[in-house]
């Protein structure tokens, strides 16, 4: 099994609906991320989650919230998707111990927002 | 952090060594040099990565210049499934990585 899963895979939905994406890891790691890339361009950072009770916003949050419901759970929320907010969407984690930035990334979450 | 400049893209044949350079002149003495590849839409995977000494893993090696202001990431025999953006980021050992839009290597037969 996938040790970061994402849920959905693919999500087509309309303007100004809320909708939910889902990030799940059994590597016990304390951080986690959500990013999004758009075509042709790297990735951005939206939120990061250093613990349970800790809750960052990363260079593009506008738009988006999060919600950390345990350690191995990180969702990521459109409170009223927008077209421009199509995009693929990816959720990471990392170990807070290890000295280094080492990100495991998840399979993505493609998004259309008609 | 650093800011970091590679080439758009590169090609390589099947079975040769694939050698894609990054220059980073403002990097800081506490960041690492990591590498991270993004095959056809999936989530990036980590490669390797290094501060000051050369490194080798199962996957690739990386060299670092004494000045530490370029690297060059080695796959030693590419495959096909090698096809895939290469990102080299600078970033110290906090949250951050900043993916610029990386080098598409490109294996041929």
């Known amino acids: 099994d996938a040790d970061v899963t994402q849920t959905p895979r693919n999500r087509i939905t309309k303007t100004g609906k809320r909708i939910m994406l889902e990030c799940s890891q059994t590597?016990?790691?304390?951080?986690m991320y959500w990013y999004r890339q758009d075509p042709g361009l790297g990735l951005r950072l939206i939120y990061y989650s250093f613990d349970v009770k800790d809750i960052n916003k990363g260079e593009i949050s506008d738009g988006y919230s999060v919600s950390r419901q345990a350690q191995a759970k990180f969702s990521l929320s459109l409170e009223s998707a927008i077209p421009n907010q199509t995009a693929l969407y990816f959720c990471?984690?990392?170990?807070?111990?290890?000295?280094?930035?080492?990100?495991?990334f998840g399979p993505g979450t493609r998004l259309t927002v008609l | 952090d650093a800011k970091t400049t590679q080439p758009p893209s590169m090609d390589c044949a099947e079975g040769r060594a694939a050698n894609l350079p990054c220059n980073h002149s403002?990097?800081?003495?506490?960041?690492?040099v990591y590498w991270y590849r993004q095959i056809h839409s999936q989530g990036p995977q980590y490669i390797i990565h290094g501060l000051k000494n050369n490194e080798t893993n199962e996957m690739a090696s990386l060299i670092i210049t004494e000045d530490r202001k370029s690297s060059t990431l080695i796959l030693p025999h590419a495959t096909l499934r090698d096809t895939a953006v290469y990102y080299c980021i600078v970033g110290g050992s906090n949250y951050k990585l900043t993916f610029g839009k990386g080098t598409l290597l490109t294996v041929n037969p």
């Open positions: 990471a984690t990392s170990d807070l111990g290890q000295g280094y930035n080492e990100q495991f």
């Open positions: 403002t990097i800081s003495g506490n960041e690492y």
């Open positions: 590597k016990g790691h304390d951080r």
